[in-house]
């Protein structure tokens, strides 16, 4: 996602239940005469309830079913890219925000969006906007799964600089959660997958992730630094997003580029675009929550 910068550029783009309930009561009384104890050759008579049958426990929750489908986006207009073919399509402009800076999808592919003053929710379909609330968002955002920052469900989360938040989705209000560590400094976005890991693309100081960004793993529920990957093979790399067991990232000069992981680093290859709109540049990207650990087979 893209965070205001002196060059003026962008930001970008990630990846994860159930309940039973049961109630009765049981009560030697009906009203308020005593049940006659049954003899012993008959088959006692039911207790009566008072009205609280046991019910059934509600069925289990169903887990949305895995998402192939990714956005990227500039300042204005949103894209979708389908991971299975690397088709790029264009949704067309945002309608109601502008100079939306990220964007992050959750479990259930419902797409959110900041920008530099506030947090939208956004109609994939149409890229209309409905704000959610005013104020100051990250220049990087994810959904990360439920367990992880919230026992109870998943949490929209972001980091600006190396301060690692959350962002409430219904009132907008931000928490501080902990702090990136190692020298670095969120450079444009996170990822995250339900049971995978959690990257983030980093700037930082000296020698150190300037030329390029790099590409970092972190714990998702404190988002302290755990690996860092080493150069991304990008500059500006502002979008970031996961399907099938690979990132994919999205820079301020319009590449789209696939990351694929070694043993102990990553290699990079450019994605085609053959109708590329002239000037692009990606200010973020987005994928939900639930895309697939493994890409499908055919």
Not at 87 to 112: H, K, R
Not at 238 to 259: A, R
Request: net charge negative; aromatic share 8%; glycine share 12%.
């Amino acid at each position: 996602m893209y965070a205001p910068r002196a060059l003026g550029c962008l930001a970008s783009l990630a990846v994860l239940s159930t309940v039973a309930l049961g109630c009765g009561s049981s009560s030697s009384r009906t009203g308020f005469e005593e049940t006659p104890a049954p003899a012993a050759t008959e088959t006692p008579a039911p207790a009566p309830t008072g009205g609280f049958e046991p019910k059934n426990p509600a069925p289990p929750a169903v887990n949305p079913a895995e998402v192939n489908e990714i956005y990227g986006h500039s300042a204005t207009t949103l894209f979708k890219l389908d991971p299975k073919s690397n088709a790029v399509t264009e949704v067309g402009d945002f309608d109601g925000c502008t100079q939306i800076v990220d964007i992050a999808l959750d479990e259930a592919s419902n797409l959110f969006a900041t920008s530099n003053n506030a947090l939208y929710r956004v109609d994939k379909a149409t890229a209309a906007c409905t704000e959610i609330a005013k104020g100051s968002y990250p220049n990087s955002l994810s959904f990360v799964p439920k367990g992880t920052v919230d026992a109870a469900s998943e949490a929209l989360v972001g980091y600006e600089d190396a301060n690692y938040v959350r962002i409430d989705t219904a009132t907008g209000a931000k928490t501080t959660i902990g702090a990136l560590g190692g020298g670095l400094k969120s450079s444009g976005d996170i990822v995250s997958v339900k049971g995978g890991k959690t990257y983030l693309t980093v700037k930082g100081t000296g020698n150190n992730c300037t030329t390029n960004d790099c590409l970092v793993e972190v714990d998702p529920a404190t988002g302290k630094l755990v690996k860092n990957w080493g150069s991304i093979e990008h500059h500006n790399v502002f979008g970031l997003s996961f399907w099938g067991g690979k990132i994919y990232g999205f820079n301020d000069t319009g590449d789209l580029f696939e990351v694929t992981f070694g043993t102990s680093q990553l290699a990079t290859s450019i994605i085609p675009m053959p109708n590329k709109p002239s000037g692009l540049s990606f200010w973020g990207a987005g994928s939900s929550t639930s895309a697939p650990l493994v890409e499908p087979t055919k």
